[in-house]
C-alpha cells in the first residue's frame, strides 16, 4: 500500500482572501478520508492542491514523504475524478478509460488490454462500445472511476462524486466505491458537503470551516465528542447549548457552551442523578424509525430529541405540551476549542 498525504500549513489565497488557511494533517497510506464541510468551505481547493490542479499560496504537500508542491498533476502519482464525471462524448468507454495511456504513449493493444481489465474492476466489460450519453449516472460514473485508475496512481481524489446521482443509486454507489478502494488498498480522499456520506465511508473524516481544519478523526470518534460548536451543529443530532437559566449550574465560565445528542436525552430519568430540565414542545416530525422532537427550554434555547414511536404515544407528544427532558452528566460534550 502507498499513498499518504500531509498538508504542511498549505494554503490558498484568491484576491487577499486565504480560502485555506495554513491547514496541517496527514492522511495515511490505504486509508478513505473524507473531507467535510460546507459550501464555500474551501474542500474541494484543498482537493484541487493536492491534484496540482491548483497552485499552492504558500506551505507544502507531501505525497509518501516527497514533496509534490511544485509538480504538475501527472508527475504526482494523483487521479482526480471530477463532480460531473467529465467523460469524452465523442469517445466510447474503451477510449475514455485507456485515454490516460494514451497520452502517455502505450500503444494501442497495451492500452486496451489494460482498460478492459478496468472496466472488469468496474463491472462495466459489456458495455465498453458504449458513449457517454448511452449509460445511467451511476454507470458514467464506473468509467470514470476506471479512468481514473488506469494509470496506477497511489492516491485518487474524488470531488462530490455521488452529487449527481439520484439518493437510491448514491447509496449503492457509495457502497461500492468503498468496496474499490478496499480492494485496491489505495487512497481514496473523497470531498463531500453531506454529513451522512462521510460517515458511511471514511476512516478518517477531516471537517472544515471557513478554510480551517475543525476537527479531524474517525466518524465516530467526531460523533461522540465533537470539537467546536460549528463541528456539532454541522454533523447534526447534536443540540449546543448555553449553560444559562436552568442549566447555569453546568456554566464553566461566561457564554460557556456545551453538547448533548438528541438521541441521549429522554423523557424519563435512567437515574436520580440525571440532568433535567422543562421543555415546551414546538414541533414532532415522524421520522420512520423515531420522532424528532423540537422544544423550547424556559430560557429560551432550542432543544432537540429523538422518541421512539412508545415514548411518542405513552407521553402524548403534541406542540405546546410542556414534557420533561432527562440527560446523563456524563453525555455532556465539553467544547476544546
Ligand atoms: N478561482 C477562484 N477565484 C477566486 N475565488 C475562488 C476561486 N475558487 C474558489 N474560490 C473561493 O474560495 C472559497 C472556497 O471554494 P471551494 O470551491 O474550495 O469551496 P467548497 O468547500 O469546495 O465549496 P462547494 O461545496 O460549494 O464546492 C469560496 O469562497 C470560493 O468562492
Not at 495511456?101 to 482498460?115: F, H, M, N, P, T
Not at 421520522?287 to 430560557?299: G, S
Not at 421512539?308 to 446523563?328: M, Q, V
Request: glycine share 8%; with cysteine; charged share 20%.
Amino acid at each position: 500500500m502507498s499513498g499518504s498525504i500531509e498538508l504542511v500549513q498549505t494554503t490558498k489565497v484568491y484576491d487577499q482572501n486565504p480560502v485555506v488557511d495554513a491547514i496541517n494533517v496527514k492522511v495515511e497510506k490505504g486509508s478513505y478520508c473524507c473531507l467535510l464541510g460546507p459550501s464555500g468551505c474551501g474542500k474541494s481547493t484543498t482537493l484541487r492542491m493536492i491534484a496540482g490542479h491548483e497552485t499552492v499560496t504558500d506551505g507544502d504537500i507531501l505525497l509518501n514523504d516527497r514533496n509534490v508542491t511544485r509538480l504538475t498533476p501527472r508527475q504526482r502519482g494523483t487521479a482526480m475524478m471530477f463532480q460531473d464525471y467529465a467523460l469524452f462524448p465523442h469517445m466510447n468507454c474503451l477510449d475514455n478509460v485507456s485515454y490516460g495511456l494514451k497520452i502517455s504513449g502505450v500503444s494501442k493493444a497495451d492500452r486496451y488490454e489494460q482498460a478492459n481489465e478496468m472496466l472488469g474492476l468496474v463491472n462495466m466489460v459489456e458495455h465498453a462500445n458504449k458513449f457517454p450519453d448511452q449509460l445511467s449516472g451511476g454507470q458514467q460514473q464506473r468509467i470514470a472511476l476506471a479512468r481514473a485508475l488506469i494509470c496506477k496512481p497511489d492516491v485518487v481524489l474524488l470531488d462530490e462524486p455521488l452529487s449527481a446521482l439520484d439518493p437510491f443509486l448514491r447509496i449503492q454507489m457509495r457502497k461500492e466505491l468503498k468496496q474499490l478502494q478496499q480492494k485496491l488498498g489505495l487512497t481514496f480522499i473523497h470531498v463531500t458537503h453531506s454529513q451522512e456520506e462521510a460517515f458511511a465511508l471514511a476512516d478518517q473524516a477531516i471537517v472544515m470551516s471557513g478554510g480551517k481544519i475543525e476537527q479531524v478523526g474517525s466518524p465516530r470518534a467526531i460523533f461522540e465528542s465533537p470539537n467546536t460548536p460549528f463541528v456539532a451543529n454541522f454533523i447534526g443530532g447534536h443540540n449546543v447549548l448555553k449553560a444559562s437559566g436552568s442549566l447555569a449550574f453546568l456554566s464553566k465560565g461566561s457564554g460557556s457552551l456545551f453538547s448533548v445528542r438528541a438521541d441521549h436525552i429522554s423523557t424519563q430519568p435512567r437515574s436520580e442523578n440525571d440532568i433535567t430540565v422543562k421543555a415546551d414542545v414546538i414541533d414532532a416530525e415522524f421520522q420512520a424509525q423515531f420522532y424528532l422532537v423540537e422544544c423550547v427550554l424556559e430560557d429560551g434555547q432550542s432543544i432537540t430529541c429523538y422518541l421512539s414511536e412508545d415514548t411518542f404515544d405513552a407521553r402524548l407528544i403534541s406542540s405546546g405540551k410542556s414534557i420533561p427532558l432527562y440527560w446523563s452528566e456524563e453525555r455532556i460534550n465539553t467544547f476544546r476549542c
